[in-house]
């Protein structure tokens, strides 16, 4: 068989505990301030959303026609560079009656862009849309149309604005327009014809 070789082990030294290591007392100590404060946590009364009495699973049965249309100061840029008329352009992609709502964040949005979208601007301040008055403080649009339609899911947003657009996907039951090859295009609304 042999004789087994031993190999020789280097600078063998005797182990010492670490300042962290949990069998401390100081560090038990600390460990159980840590797991009341957690348990503290776990005591919190989480409230889930009151879910709309207009929703049937994600069937939104409070739009109807005429609708209430949300615009965006994206969506009137778009619509004025592919030179559409909101009104009737809504109404063809909608086959219904359309009320365009514009609210004071998208106006005050619209009124610091400058003399770029004086044309935008313009056709916002006609006096067939309605306007919506804003109660909160700044200016911000997107903030404020997502808080609307979270309170009361009766409107269309119109938007062609990438992260808006996310921002409602997430909300059931509000359909999205937008400008597209020319046209306006629906997402998310049920009864919308197939095109």
């Keep these: 068989m042999g004789v087994q070789k031993k190999t020789r082990k280097f600078a063998q030294v005797k182990r010492i505990i670490g300042q962290r290591d949990a069998r401390l007392k100081k560090n038990q100590d600390k460990g159980e301030v840590g797991g009341k404060k957690k348990a503290k946590g776990d005591d919190i009364v989480r409230e889930i959303p009151q879910v709309s009495s207009a929703l ?22 778009h619509t004025v560079q592919r030179k559409l008329e909101i009104l009737p352009t809504m109404m063809d992609c909608l086959y219904a ?7 004071d964040c998208v106006m005050a949005e619209l009124e610091k862009l400058g ?44 938007t062609n604005d990438r992260d808006l ?8 039951g509000v359909p999205i327009m937008s400008v597209a090859r020319g046209k306006y295009v629906i997402e998310r609304l049920p009864d919308a014809p197939e095109k």
């Excluded at 044309?119 to 997107?142: F, N, S, T």
């Excluded at 657009?165 to 059931?172: A, D, E, G, L, Q």
């Design 56 to 77: 049937f699973f994600q069937y939104n049965t409070a739009l109807v026609p005429p609708y209430s249309v949300l615009i965006d100061t994206n969506f009137l840029s």
């Design 97 to 103: 009656k359309c009320i365009p709502i514009i609210t």
């Design 115 to 158: 003399t770029k979208y004086r044309i935008a601007l313009r056709i916002a301040r006609d006096e067939r849309w309605e306007r919506l008055p804003c109660d909160h403080k700044g200016v911000y649009a997107d903030d404020c149309i997502v808080d609307r339609v979270m309170k009361h899911k009766i409107y269309i947003v119109a």
């Design 165 to 172: 657009k996310r921002r409602i996907r997430k909300i059931p």
